[in-house]
């Protein structure tokens, strides 16, 4: 193996990946390890005898996995918050904390976010959703009993 390419082995052994536990490929996860240490797909495509092109195609699919996989938990959560607030389009920005908290209050759950916090939250989690102060496509918001707040647009 080569000196400056860390042991790929040892990284998943310690981060604990489990092949039939998870979404990703043994050898997804063998580049994203590397890949996240800053190791070169030129590189890494040496230590396992494979193209450069072969690891930039590898890598994308775990990408896209992992991408998929906290979408997935997002919307499971989601479904299982007892709060759950649609924001229709049109909305004024400012006015999402407020509905947010009155929904929370109406379930006595709390909210461990500041206004500005829940609209950075919702800004920061609806994409093209929300531009500007304008919420401009519905979104649900989300809260789970311990306050986790979780944002997602509703498609069209």
Same mark, same amino acid.
């Given at each position: 193996? #080569?000196? $400056? ?16 536990? +998870? ?7 063998? /580049? ?7 190791? +070169?797909?030129?590189?890494? !495509? ?17 990408? $896209? ?15 299982? !918050?007892? /709060?759950?607030? $649609? ?12 509905? /947010?908290?009155? !929904?929370? $209050? ?24 929300? #531009? ?11 809260? #789970? ?12």
């Amino acid at each position: 193996m #080569t000196a $400056d390419v860390p042991d790929v082995e040892e990284i998943l052994d310690v981060a604990g990946f489990d092949p039939d536990e +998870s979404v990703l490929t043994r050898r997804q996860a063998e /580049v994203l390890a590397l890949r996240e240490r800053g190791v +070169s797909q030129a590189d890494i !495509a040496d230590v396992l005898g494979t193209s450069r092109a072969n690891v930039s195609k590898v890598e994308s699919s775990a990408r $896209d996995n992992v991408a998929k996989s906290k979408e997935t938990v997002a919307f499971a959560e989601t479904l299982k !918050a007892p /709060v759950q607030v $649609d924001i229709e389009p049109g909305t004024d920005l400012y006015e999402v904390p407020d509905l /947010v908290y009155e !929904a929370c $209050d109406r379930n006595g759950v709390k909210v461990p976010y500041s206004a500005p916090e829940v609209m950075k939250l919702v800004s920061d989690n609806a994409g093209d959703a929300v #531009t500007g102060r304008e919420v401009r496509s519905q979104i649900l918001v989300g809260v #789970t009993s311990d306050g986790t707040m979780r944002v997602r647009a509703r498609p069209d």
